[in-house]
Structure formats: structure tokens, C-alpha cells
């Protein structure tokens, strides 16, 4: 019930408002039966606007951190996140990514729409990085077609860090849905799992027209962060 009062009533219209989102491709989302919406990942924001714009019901799976931050703001951030509906992943551990496959799954089964990030985390530059394999997986898994989705301006509204958004217009961009049925029963085949995710993200790109980084955001994320460490090392408390 929260979800459809924060699309219809409590959030919705202010996204609506805010951002005044163009839509492109919207007849490509199925109107029924269980799909999966692949996306780039460039603001807090996306988890919010595409839910306020598809007709249907769309579930996240979100990162766990969203649920477990501290204080008030920590609070008020997982019961907003649980209350409409989304799912937190832990990422950290090596069996991460099963975890986040079997609650794909499980959204998947019931013939809802599952959205997901493929880079696995936002990109810190506004440019698109490598894809993560388990969208191939759960695609494979659950006999489901895969709808690239491209999100335009919204890291020129909120960028990693920012608040309060900017008013910016944002673009949200549906291509044609993929279908890997030919690949049924490989999900174990590593080559195809790599073949299938480069596919999905290569619909993303030719959506969006990002910069391609051919490496896992995470990774880069790390290397510049050590860089910045060792160039500007932490003084020791006394």
C-alpha cells in the first residue's frame, strides 16, 4: 500500500514535478508477466523516478547499507526503502551475489518486473562501466525477457554526494526487450553468462550514449580512492 501512495500521493507528482521526466520507449516495458528492467545506475534518484513513471510495479534490489545506516536519517532512510517494497542485498562476502540472484528469483516467480544495476553500484563519473553477471543468470534462470533502460540527466541532477537534486531534465529511455531464450539451460557456462551481460550492456550504451569503461566500477572506484590516499595520505591522530 506505502508503494502506491508514494507514486500516486507523496512522491510521484514531486518527482514529476521536480525533474518533468521524458519518457521514450515506454511501450517496449511488457504489460504483463515478469521481466527484468536492466538500467544504468548514475543517482540516488533512479530508484525513485522509474517507479513513479511505469504503470506497473517495479521492486529494486537495493543495496543492504540503504537499510542498516545509522541515526535518524539512517532510519527513516530503511523503513522508506522497506515500505515500498524494495529488497536489500548484502554485497560484501562471496556469496553476495547468490544472495541477490535467489531474491531476483523470487521477484521474478511471482511475475513482477525486477529492476536492476548491472555495474552493481552507481557510477561515480557519470560514465557506463562493465556489466556484472548475475542479470544474465536470473534472465537465463527464469525464462524472462531483459529491457535495457537508459537514465539521461540524472547525475547532472544528483550527482554521488548531493542532497538536495538540481533541476535538470531527465530522460528515461526504453529500448526493444532482449530475448536470450536460445541460451536456456547455459546459466553455468561462464562464456555465455559474459556474452549475454555484454549484450544487455551494450543496449544500455546505444540508449544512453555514455562513455564505456570496459572494467567494474567498484574496481575503479577502489584504485582512484587508494591513488587519492597515497597522494594525500590521512595524518595519524596524536
Known amino acids: 500500500m506505502f508503494y502506491y501512495l508514494l507514486k500516486y500521493v507523496l512522491l510521484g507528482p514531486l518527482l514529476r514535478l521536480v ?19 536492466a538500467g544504468n545506475h548514475l543517482s540516488f534518484s533512479d530508484h525513485f523516478l522509474m517507479p513513479a513513471i511505469l504503470k506497473r510495479r517495479i521492486t529494486f534490489l537495493a543495496k543492504a547499507e540503504y537499510f542498516t545506516g545509522p541515526g535518524i536519517k539512517g532510519r527513516l ?35 513482477e518486473l525486477l529492476g536492476i544495476y548491472p555495474e552493481g553500484t552507481r557510477s561515480h563519473d557519470g560514465r557506463l562501466y562493465k556489466g556484472k553477471v548475475g542479470v544474465a543468470v536470473m534472465a537465463l534462470k527464469a525464462g524472462v525477457p531483459v529491457v535495457p533502460c537508459a ?58 550514449e555514455q562513455e564505456y569503461v570496459d572494467e567494474y566500477a567498484a574496481v575503479v572506484k577502489a584504485a582512484e580512492a587508494a591513488a587519492k590516499e597515497r597522494k594525500f595520505p590521512r595524518m595519524p591522530l596524536s
Do not use: C, W
Open 151 to 208: 537514465m539521461i540527466g540524472t547525475f547532472e541532477a544528483q550527482p554521488p554526494g548531493k542532497v538536495i537534486p538540481n533541476i535538470h531534465p531527465v530522460v528515461i529511455r526504453f529500448g526493444e526487450p532482449l530475448d536470450f531464450s536460445r541460451y536456456a539451460g547455459m546459466e553455468n557456462e561462464k562464456a555465455i553468462l559474459r556474452a549475454i551481460t555484454d549484450e544487455i550492456m551494450y543496449a544500455v550504451l546505444s540508449l544512453s
Open 19 to 37: 525533474f518533468r521526466p521524458r519518457i521514450e520507449g515506454l511501450e517496449h516495458v511488457p504489460s504483463e508477466g515478469a521481466a527484468i528492467i
Open 77 to 111: 532512510t530503511a523503513f522508506f526503502f522497506r515500505s515500498a517494497g524494495q529488497i536489500p542485498v548484502d554485497r560484501s562476502g562471496k556469496d553476495a551475489g547468490q544472495a541477490a540472484i535467489r531474491e531476483g528469483l523470487g521477484v521474478l516467480s511471482k511475475g
